[in-house]
């Protein structure tokens, strides 16, 4: 079985900087593209970016491309989602998810994605 689990999140100043951790454990991370997701209060979840696994494909949504770095360790069976330049707009749940697949396609859909973890709280407030 696939577990997923988000570590990281954080009360940070505007400006500021986080990264967020996903372990993903029951599979060999080395198959599967991991991504990324967030909601915030009253909003849909949404995509935020994607890491392939074996053709090292990355995507990002518009609002934080520039700003947050994906990448994974398949050896440590992590994922990371480095995020800078922090906005008030990016206060959210954060979840790692997977499509069950090696490479993403780009950001998907909810319902593209078999296992999600748990989710990390990011606020960024003054």
């Known amino acids: 079985q696939v577990q997923l689990v988000e570590s990281g999140g954080a009360l940070v100043q505007p400006g500021g900087s986080l990264r967020l951790s996903c372990v993903v454990s029951g599979v060999v991370l080395d198959y599967y593209a991991i991504g990324w997701f967030r909601q915030a209060p009253g909003k849909e979840r949404e995509g935020v970016s994607c890491?392939?696994?074996?053709?090292?494909?990355?995507y990002y949504a518009d609002s934080v491309k520039g700003r947050f770095t994906v990448s994974r360790d398949n050896a440590k069976s992590t994922v990371w989602l480095e995020m800078h330049s922090l906005k008030p707009e990016d206060t959210a749940v954060y979840y790692c998810?997977?499509?069950?697949?090696?490479?993403?396609w780009g950001l998907g859909a909810d319902s593209d994605y078999d296992y999600w973890g748990q989710g990390t709280q990011v606020t960024v407030s003054s």
């Open positions: 890491i392939s696994s074996s053709d090292g494909n990355t």
């Open positions: 998810a997977t499509p069950s697949i090696e490479n993403c």
